[in-house]
């Protein structure tokens, strides 16, 4: 068992933020990650994190962002979180490789892809069905995709793709996009992409791969079939709140917290896309995890 100021649980732009100013504030750190480095691995652009001009991609970001973090002494780790307990003044959180006891925890696992439901969605994932455009895109050059969404993040992928793809089909359940003034011109005025509006996914069809995807209108119910060799599903995040089920939580399952991220359990803080608030972006995933560190090193020096 290690002995820790502070457990970071989560590897991506909250969690290593987190990291890098509990380090500098003297903690001793470490930040256990599952999944990789979180979903800014998927951005293929970055446009609109203030400093970052020209773009770059999320990798990239990561990537220095570790090593940053890493360079005040925070410890990064990949395990799995197995679970979290808390006796008297100490925390207890165990993983697949090792325990840590700690001081304080700061809880950055963020969001996971939402699933459409529909038939063929798992039998034909890998195998054309895909929840990330910059992971699976290159697989699918001059052909035809269909991209399910019509948020920002549906309509990024859509612009990335169509920069691969011979065409890309978007669909949208509603009658205008959600995607912010900026991205949604940019698919209006993009050649290679058709936006279906007023469509909902029925099922993806194939053999060993995708081939096509039926699509219901939903005022008039009539089914149309798009021929296509991709689906890329973009149709919101589910928080990945598993391992604190007992926090009070909104309407939509993120955790809620007051301005200094702290939950209803002393010591133990929330930070990133797995908590409630206005606005999911790496700015304020950076901006929850730095406000996350610092007052979890004030609450540890006061132990």
């Not at 502070?6 to 290593?16: D, E, F, K, P, R």
């Not at 399910?148 to 949208?172: F, K, M, P, Q, R």
């Amino acid at each position: 068992m290690e002995s820790k100021d502070i457990v970071i649980i989560g590897g991506g732009v909250a969690g290593l933020s987190a990291g890098l100013y509990a380090s500098r504030s003297g903690m001793d750190s470490v930040v256990i990650d599952a999944g990789g480095g979180g979903q800014v691995l998927e951005i293929y652009n970055l446009e609109n994190y203030p400093g970052i001009f020209p773009a770059e991609n999320g990798t990239k970001l990561i990537e220095n962002l570790m090593k940053q973090a890493e360079s005040f002494g925070a410890k990064i780790i990949y395990s799995e979180i197995l679970s979290i307990d808390k006796k008297d003044n100490l925390f207890f959180v165990k993983t697949g490789k090792t325990e840590f006891v700690a001081k304080s925890v700061i809880y950055a696992t963020g969001a996971a892809h939402s699933k459409l439901g529909i038939p063929g969605e798992e039998q034909f994932a890998g195998a054309g069905v895909s929840y990330c455009a910059v992971c699976d895109g290159p697989f699918f050059k001059n052909k035809r995709v269909v991209v399910v969404g019509g948020g920002d993040s549906a309509c990024s992928e859509a612009l990335y793709l169509a920069n691969i793809a011979s065409h890309v089909d978007l669909i949208h359940r509603r009658n205008e996009l959600r995607a912010t003034k900026a991205v949604a011109e940019k698919i209006f005025s993009n050649p290679k992409i058709d936006v279906h509006f007023n469509f909902i996914a029925k099922e993806i069809l194939g053999k060993e791969r995708v081939s096509g995807i039926n699509i219901e209108n939903v005022d008039t119910k009539q089914i149309s079939l798009l021929e296509t060799d991709a689906v890329f599903i973009f149709v919101g995040m589910e928080p990945r709140t598993s391992l604190l089920e007992t926090l009070k939580k909104d309407e939509n399952g993120y955790i809620i917290t007051d301005e200094k991220m702290a939950t209803s359990v002393p010591g133990l803080f929330i930070a990133g896309d797995v908590r409630s608030k206005p606005l999911r972006q790496i700015i304020t995933a950076a901006s929850d995890g730095a406000v996350a560190a610092v007052c979890a090193a004030k609450y540890v020096k006061t132990l």
